[in-house]
């Protein structure tokens, strides 16, 4: 009987945030130990169905290999899939976005009894919709930028008015976002009343809501974090976009922004980084891993912008960077994060679900 661990990666799904989950996805079945895990690859087409791959067995070096074609043989609806789960068997949600990192997968993960890497439903819920998990730092008493949220329905009936309130409370520059994307999709720097109407039309093209951001002049500093109830954080780490600010090719496509590891600062301000990150995770009720993103003023004000339940592990990625420059190399972090889902599953199964 074999000892290797069962390993079910779900990656691509219904999502502006596809590709991204696709790279993602790629990055790790290239830094998997095949001898220690039994692979088993789902691939989530745009349009949400579930597609089986075949058992892996070595890396890959093109994301099109990961794209599997229906065939109405390997499509299948999560239930029957996950009905034929064993025990020991442990689920890697790589999706990003809505209907994969918003809680949405975690659900039907929970509901079906299996241990899975990452954050939960509440934690990914929260922290998926900006607007939630802003008012959940504010309830924690973490220093943040000021903000303001819409509806697409109140935008339609009274943009002028709203573009109004935003340059009396927030001023310009200002960032407008969908409240429920990440990946830097739909999100535009705004420095005129003309900006900010094209930057909501944008952003209401991937979300009923939208955050408005006051622009913060300071350094942007990253942290991971990583464990359960009793979490460690990496170094800290600072982007330095080529561009305005740190857009989607940014990200993932040129490679050209700065990533400083670790970052210069000072020994007073990394604690409070490393305070207001856990204090976050714990906010939210995280599991697993966290990357939380701040902002460090030249006075040395530490701002926390947000934080991403599912960050990124392609190349140009912040969250295994920070681990690589803390001890932990991209093998053994993935290996860890499996260890924290078995450990919180086992630790789950001892709730009592009945009064006698």
Known sequence: MSNKTILRLLYGGKSAEHD??????????????????????????????WIQGAKLSHAFTDVKELVFEEN??????????????SEGEVVFPLLHGPNGEDGTVQGLLELLN???????????????????????FAEYNLNQPNYQFFMKKDWQENFEK???????????????????????????????????????????????????????????????????????????????PEKE???????????????????????????????????????????????????????????????NTMPGFTPFSMYPLLWKHSGIDYPQLIEKLVQLAVERHQEKQQIKHTMF
């Open 162 to 240: 709203i573009c109004r309130t935003v340059e009396q409370s927030l001023g310009f520059p200002c960032f407008v976002k969908p409240a429920n994307l990440g990946s830097s999709v739909g999100i535009s720097k705004c420095e005129t009343i003309e900006e900010l109407r094209d930057a909501f039309e944008l952003a209401f093209e991937y979300d009923q809501k939208v955050i408005v951001e006051e622009g913060i002049v300071g350094r942007e500093i990253e942290i991971a974090v990583l464990g359960n109830e009793n979490p460690s954080c990496s170094v800290a780490g600072e982007i330095i």
């Open 245 to 307: 600010f740190y857009d989607y090719q940014a990200k993932y496509e040129d490679g050209n922004t700065a990533l400083i590891i670790p970052a210069e600062i000072s020994e007073a301000v990394y604690e409070k980084l490393k305070e207001m990150a856990i204090k976050a995770f714990k906010a939210v009720g995280g599991n697993g891993l966290v990357r939380a993103d701040f902002f460090v003023t030249k006075n040395d004000e530490v701002l926390i912008n947000e934080i």
């Open 72 to 85: 109405g043989i390997n499509d299948v609806f999560p239930s029957q899939f996950f009905s034929t789960i």
């Open 114 to 136: 299996v241990a899975y890497v990452g954050n939960g439903v509440a934690a990914s819920a929260i922290s998926m919709d900006k607007v939630f998990m802003k008012q959940i």
């Open 20 to 49: 991204v989950s696709l790279q993602t996805a790629l990055s790790v079945i290239n830094a998997l130990d095949f001898e220690k895990f039994e692979v088993l690859p789902v691939y989530i087409t745009l349009e949400g169905k």
